[in-house]
């Protein structure tokens, strides 16, 4: 019999696992079954672009089932419990959905496992912070396709003003990108011949513009270069979309014409409702192996856990080769290569700096970056990687 395993999850973590999974095992070893909410796959870092290049987008989402391995089971629908002591999932899906089972109008299935992996990824939470949920015109943010294409829609009809970019909470996708956003806009609004007339400010709960201290060093210069304002310890508590006020827990306030808000981020609904997440839904992830605290045979990765590197693609990328290579061995009834099977906290990333230049972040648990001097190769490798992404990554090919 196959050992049967299930992936919740298609971003790019549980794609990887499930492309690599069945590259290295037979049909006769393993079975292998990705489930998906939506069945679409998403490249977020191109939404960090929208708001300045006109695009609408369109080459960001593709079908999952494109980028999967034949040997892959996709079933698009939303996994709406996880019974660990029984080791299924249920499924919820539209009727007619790809690869639902069930028969006649059955929109619920479930999904017995040997071996779960949560690639869950996070959430979007504006309603965690006052004054932010219903009022998706009164502020802006590029945390996703259409909110990246209505900032960019606000951006057009800009004047001038005071725009503020602010952190709404902690931990957030992607730490570069608000910092890679304030590089751009200053760009865009210099290259619009409206940049004197219009204030950016910064607003950032920790106490310094980026969290790791040798990131900081170089961004902070390129701040205050361009005349982009900023201020730390600015704990974000509340937004008065009526004034266009930001106030926060220090009891500062910041006003704005455009308000950019990076909302708070939560785990997923499911990873919470399972008991397997702490308050704000991260789950519980040994940081070596990648197994969920006290549930063997359950592995995490990527968004979804509470491990102490940057929600990235790219971590997300790391760990999927290190979930990959503990399912494979235990499916075969190896020992796992601590070598391929060991997760450092790798990650690697480019931070956008304005003016075709970026540079690089390289870093583990134990190395922190040491980010070189931003020039025109780090940004053409950022730009080379983008359109790279689609036939390389999800595949795990890199
Ligand atoms: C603007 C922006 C720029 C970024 N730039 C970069 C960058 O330059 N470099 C980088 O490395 N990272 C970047 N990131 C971060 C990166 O995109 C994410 O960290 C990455 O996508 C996380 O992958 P994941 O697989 O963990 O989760 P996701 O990609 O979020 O995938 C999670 C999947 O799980 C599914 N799901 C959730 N709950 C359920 C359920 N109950 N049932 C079924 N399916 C479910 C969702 O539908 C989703 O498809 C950026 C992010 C943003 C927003």
């Given at each position: 019999?196959?050992?049967?395993?299930v992936?919740?999850?298609?971003?790019?973590?549980?794609?990887?696992?499930?492309?690599?999974?069945?590259?290295?095992?037979?049909?006769?070893?393993?079975?292998?079954?990705?489930?998906?909410?939506?069945?679409?796959h998403?490249?977020m870092?191109?939404?960090?672009?929208?708001?300045?290049?006109?695009?609408?987008?369109?080459?960001?989402?593709?079908?999952?089932?494109?980028?999967?391995?034949k040997?892959?089971?996709?079933?698009?629908?939303?996994?709406?419990?996880?019974?660990?002591?029984?080791?299924?999932?249920?499924?919820?899906?539209?009727?007619?959905?790809?690869?639902?089972?069930?028969?006649?109008?059955?929109?619920?299935?479930?999904?017995?496992?040997?071996?779960?992996?949560?690639?869950?990824?996070?959430?979007?939470?504006?309603?965690?912070?006052?004054?932010?949920?219903?009022?998706?015109?009164?502020?802006?943010?590029?945390?996703?396709?259409?909110?990246?294409?209505?900032l960019?829609s606000?951006?057009?009809?800009?004047?001038?003003?005071?725009?503020?970019?602010?952190?709404?909470?902690?931990?957030?996708?992607?730490?570069?990108?608000?910092?890679?956003?304030?590089?751009?806009?200053?760009?865009?609004?210099?290259?619009?011949?409206?940049?004197?007339?219009?204030?950016?400010?910064?607003?950032?709960?920790?106490?310094?513009?980026?969290?790791?201290?040798?990131?900081?060093?170089?961004?902070?210069?390129?701040?205050e270069?361009?005349?982009?304002?900023?201020?730390?310890?600015?704990?974000?508590?509340?937004?008065?979309?009526?004034?266009?006020?930001?106030?926060?827990?220090?009891?500062?306030?910041?006003?704005?014409?455009?308000?950019?808000?990076?909302?708070p981020?939560r785990?997923?609904?499911?990873?919470?409702?399972?008991?397997?997440?702490?308050?704000?839904?991260?789950?519980?992830?040994?940081?070596?192996?990648?197994?969920v605290?006290g549930?063997?045979?359950?592995?995490?990765?990527?968004?979804?856990?509470?491990?102490?590197?940057?929600?990235?693609?790219?971590?997300?990328?790391?760990?999927?080769?290190?979930?990959?290579?503990?399912?494979?061995?235990?499916?075969?009834?190896?020992?796992p290569?601590?070598?391929?099977?060991?997760?450092?906290?790798?990650?690697?990333?480019?931070?956008?700096?304005?003016?075709?230049?970026?540079?690089?972040?390289v870093?583990?648990?134990?190395?922190?970056?040491?980010?070189?001097?931003?020039?025109?190769?780090?940004?053409?490798?950022?730009?080379?990687?983008?359109?790279?992404?689609w036939?390389?990554?999800?595949?795990?090919?890199?």
């Open positions: 019999m196959p050992q049967r395993i992936i919740v999850g298609g971003g790019v973590g549980g794609t990887i696992v499930a492309n690599l999974v069945a590259r290295a095992l037979r049909p006769d070893e393993a079975m292998i079954t990705l489930i998906d909410a939506t069945g679409e998403a490249y870092p191109g939404w960090l672009y929208l708001p300045f290049n006109g695009s609408e987008g369109i080459d960001l989402t593709r079908p999952e089932r494109g980028l999967l391995n040997h892959v089971q996709l079933v698009t629908g939303e996994v709406q419990r996880i019974d660990v002591s029984a080791r299924e999932v249920t499924v919820h899906a539209s009727p007619g959905m790809a690869g639902m089972r069930g028969t006649g109008g059955a929109i619920e299935a479930r999904y017995g496992y040997d071996y779960l992996v949560l690639a869950t990824g996070a959430r979007l939470a504006p309603e965690d912070l006052s004054g932010l949920s219903g009022s998706e015109d009164a502020w802006h943010h590029f945390y996703s396709l259409d909110g990246a294409l209505r960019g606000a951006l057009r009809v800009l004047n001038g003003g005071r725009i503020v970019v602010a952190i709404g909470g902690i931990p957030y996708r992607c730490p570069p990108a608000p910092l890679e956003f304030l590089f751009l806009l200053d760009e865009w609004l210099r290259k619009r011949g409206i940049r004197e007339r219009t204030e950016i400010e910064y607003l950032s709960p920790l106490p310094r513009v980026f969290p790791i201290e040798s990131v900081a060093e170089v961004a902070t210069p390129l701040l270069q361009r005349d982009i304002h900023y201020r730390v310890f600015f704990n974000t508590d509340e937004v008065d979309t009526e004034r266009r006020v930001v106030r926060s827990l220090e009891g500062e306030a910041a006003e704005y014409d455009l308000l950019v808000m990076i909302p981020h785990g997923a609904r499911i990873v919470e409702e399972a008991g397997l997440g702490d308050e704000q839904g991260w789950i519980a992830t040994d940081r070596a192996t990648l197994e605290k549930h063997e045979g359950i592995y995490a990765l990527g968004d979804a856990t509470d491990l102490p590197v940057s929600k990235s693609g790219s971590a997300a990328h790391f760990e999927a080769k290190v979930v990959a290579a503990r399912l494979i061995a235990a499916v075969r009834g190896e020992e290569d601590p070598q391929h099977a060991t997760y450092d906290g790798e990650v690697m990333c480019f931070l956008e700096t304005g003016h075709n230049a970026a540079t690089q972040l870093f583990n648990y134990e190395n922190p970056p040491h980010p070189p001097r931003p020039s025109l190769f780090y940004h053409m490798e950022k730009m080379l990687f983008n359109r790279a992404y036939h390389i990554v999800p595949q795990g090919l890199v």
